[in-house]
């Protein structure tokens, strides 16, 4: 059997069109733990009472109780070598654009350009009264509510659950599952949808779907071509490796 790395690397390299679908899973190994598994942050915090919109607002010191270790984490956080692996694959002409359900800024943080931000970002706060926006480095997270200066409530421009996807994103996103003719989806669990319909669209529209995890997922069985099992920060680096080689062999061989 040929192997799987290999196999991923020669479809990337005859590829057109490599969009990547994120998802907490890349960013693991830069310390911020996922939603969903054992040590899941949804272990710790219901999502129905942490998580979806309308908890935010009837309480949202509770739910801001989880934002602020959440945010101790992940500014705290680096880009990993899944993060660069990306960007390198950008660089390199192969990769055309991140689509991440990730809220962390990692993916621009290690370089790569064309990111699309599909459930929002917490580098931005909004307040909920007058709609003022601020950067995150400019608020006080240590306080039990953090606040704007007309004293309403502030909270993280990510998508609670509940709430409408970007709509930019959402079109672009879409877009480019439709362009795509090699989609890679690298740490999700595929659950949350509308996220976890873009790789199937791309499929349906004849893409040929990588996919990089721990674990099996819905998409395994389905629709995936290539599974690559294993940490993306060791698997990416490694895929990357196997793309320069044959890309060195080409310019060698002619
Ligand atoms: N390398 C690759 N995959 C990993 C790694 C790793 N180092 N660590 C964990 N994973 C995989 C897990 O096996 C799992 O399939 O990453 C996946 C993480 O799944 P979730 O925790 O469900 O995260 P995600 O799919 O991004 O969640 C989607 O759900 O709650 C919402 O808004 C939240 O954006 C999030 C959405």
Redesign the pocket.
């Known amino acids: 059997m040929k192997d799987p790395i290999k196999e991923a690397a020669s479809i990337i390299r005859e590829s057109k069109y490599l969009v990547a679908l994120t ?4 960013s ?2 830069s310390g911020i733990p ?4 054992s040590q ?1 942050l ?1 272990d710790k915090y219901d ?1 129905f009472e942490y ?1 979806h919109i309308s908890s935010f607002y009837n309480n949202p010191k509770k739910v801001w109780s989880m934002l602020r270790e959440l945010y101790r984490i992940s500014l705290n956080a680096k880009p990993n070598p899944a993060h660069y692996a990306l960007s390198r694959l950008e660089e390199m002409g192969f990769l055309k654009a991140i689509i991440t ?2 809220v962390d800024g990692l993916h621009q943080r290690a370089g790569s350009k064309r990111v699309i931000e599909f ?1 929002g970002s917490g580098e931005t706060l909004t307040c909920l009264d007058c709609r003022k926006k601020y950067k995150i480095y400019d608020v006080d997270i240590n306080v039990p509510l953090p606040k704007c200066s007309c004293g309403g409530v502030l909270k993280p421009d990510i998508v609670f659950f509940g709430e409408m996807i970007p709509p930019e994103a959402l079109d672009e996103s879409m877009n480019l599952a439709r362009c795509a003719d090699v989609f890679m989806v ?7 949808y509308p ?1 976890a319909g873009l790789p199937i669209m791309a499929k349906e529209r004849g893409a040929r779907i990588i996919e ?4 099996l ?1 819905q998409l395994t069985s389905s629709i995936t071509d290539v599974f690559l099992q294993g ?3 060791e698997i990416l680096p490694l895929l990357v490796g196997e793309i320069l080689k044959g890309n060195r062999s080409k310019v060698d061989n002619s």
């Open positions: 998802g907490a899973g890349i693991v190994e996922a939603f969903r598994g899941g949804w999502p998580a359900q990730n459930h690298v740490g999700t669990s595929a659950q949350v996220a990089i995890n721990l674990e997922t940490r993306a920060g």
